[in-house]
């Protein structure tokens, strides 16, 4: 395995996560990473009745400098997080972004028009493809208005919760949605996040699709980070080699680690 870096973890600061920073860390020295990235949930104005997903920054920021200086000799650890794009949070998360001295921001959508589109109430009363666009418009129009991120995190989230899952799901459907987005990232020298984690769950593509993935490179689209959105040690790295051969056959021909904020390329083989 050449993809010496997952930059999209989580531990038990997030929501959805139980587990120890510490284990996270030795988990990924097991899988011989030499770079890994700590990016905890950060989702402001959540729905309360299914959690809060706003990590205690403070608190995992004093977890994670010792860690950092006791396992820098084995493994270099980045201070990231993952923040929630809503349309009316862009200040609010550039604020956050200003507040601690993150290496990695990631910016993810996982609410539309204010619900959990992991949850049912999402899709209810209407058709699973007008859901899907409006979810790309509207991440495009968070996008937009925020500044604050390095990568964009699994921009085809929407299609893991889907009621047919990606069975319906294609670029060319919602490709008129997709470019803009993009381009997007492309004119703003943004990332694009590789998400191994839609191989986790059995999409059999990472997220983005490899359809996509493919029309971010003919777009002339370059910038990618690599992420397992692990929540688990067992899932660090998922399916690394399987993204690896993929994006190669794409033509991408390294990867990007952030420190500082600051972009470092790594060679995809």
């Not at 060319?172 to 984690?197: F, S």
């Not at 002339?220 to 993204?243: C, M, N, Q, R, W």
């Not at 994006?247 to 790594?266: M, V």
Request: glycine content about 6%.
């Amino acid at each position: 395995m050449n993809i010496i870096a997952d930059y999209h973890m989580h531990t038990h600061f997030s929501e959805d996560s139980q587990t120890p920073m510490e284990a996270m860390i030795l988990g990924a020295a097991r899988k011989g990473l030499k770079y890994i990235c700590f990016t905890e949930h950060m989702d402001l104005d959540y729905p309360p009745a299914h959690g809060t997903f706003q990590a205690d920054l403070d608190a995992y920021q004093r977890e994670l400098l010792p860690l950092k200086a006791a396992y820098q000799d084995t493994i270099q650890i980045g201070h990231g997080v993952e923040l929630g794009m809503q349309p009316h949070l862009a200040a609010r998360n550039r604020d956050l972004a200003k507040k601690y001295p993150f290496d990695f921001i990631i910016a993810s959508m996982h609410l539309l028009s204010g619900l959990d589109v992991y949850y049912p109430e999402a899709w209810e009363n209407r058709s699973e493809s007008a859901v899907i666009a409006d979810y790309f418009k509207e991440l495009l129009f968070c996008l937009q208005s925020m500044e604050a991120y390095d990568t964009l995190g699994h921009l085809d989230y929407i299609i893991r919760y889907s009621p047919t899952r990606n069975q319906n799901h294609s670029y060319e459907r919602y490709g008129e949605y997709i470019d803009p987005i993009l381009q997007h990232l492309i004119d703003n020298h943004k990332c694009l996040e590789v998400n191994t984690a839609g191989l986790k769950y059995g999409l059999g593509q990472p997220n983005p699709d490899t359809f996509i993935l493919k029309r971010y490179r003919e777009l002339g689209g370059h910038l990618i980070t690599i992420g397992s959105d692990a929540h688990k040690p067992e899932h660090i790295a998922y399916d690394f080699p399987v993204v690896q051969k993929l994006l190669i056959s794409l033509g991408f021909d390294s990867y990007t680690i952030f420190w500082n904020r600051e972009p470092l390329a790594l060679p995809l083989k």
